[in-house]
């Protein structure tokens, strides 16, 4: 399984942005995908996750309600649409997928098994 993070880029606060992360491997739709974040010196952090059948979402409560995470489990992809963006959430978006089926919505890192390299999003003040 391979992931990989696209989309990133420098915005102004308030901007909007959206993420792509395309898997290569099979059983896509098996797989719960998330995004995490990581600053500088910071923790990683949980963004959002999605199911393998994009039923069920959930979000951090950062960012409810101005990011929506979907799927496309015929393309092999998942976005992560980003709104109203801060210069707070600068940070290296990663994605990651959950091949555990009794693990529907993991909201930690350890219970991924794959990542992606990273997209870099800046967002200045």
């Known amino acids: 399984v391979q992931l990989v993070e696209s989309g990133g880029g420098l915005v102004e606060a308030g901007d909007s942005l959206r993420l792509s992360c395309r898997f290569s491997?099979?059983?896509?739709?098996?797989?719960?995908v998330g995004w995490f974040r990581q600053a500088p010196g910071k923790a990683r952090e949980f963004v959002t996750t999605?199911?393998?059948?994009?039923?069920?979402?959930n979000y951090s409560d950062s960012v409810k309600g101005r990011f929506a995470i979907s799927r496309d489990n015929a393309r092999n992809l998942v976005y992560l649409q980003m709104h109203s963006l801060k210069p707070a959430e600068t940070a290296v978006y990663y994605c990651?997928?959950?091949?555990?089926?009794?693990?529907?919505?993991?909201?930690?890192?350890?219970?991924?098994?794959?990542w992606g390299q990273g997209t870099q999003v800046t967002v200045s003040s």
């Open positions: 990651a997928a959950c091949s555990d089926p009794m693990n529907l919505l993991p909201t930690t890192p350890e219970s991924y098994n794959y």
């Open positions: 491997g099979g059983g896509f739709a098996t797989y719960s």
């Open positions: 999605i199911s393998g059948s994009g039923k069920y979402t």
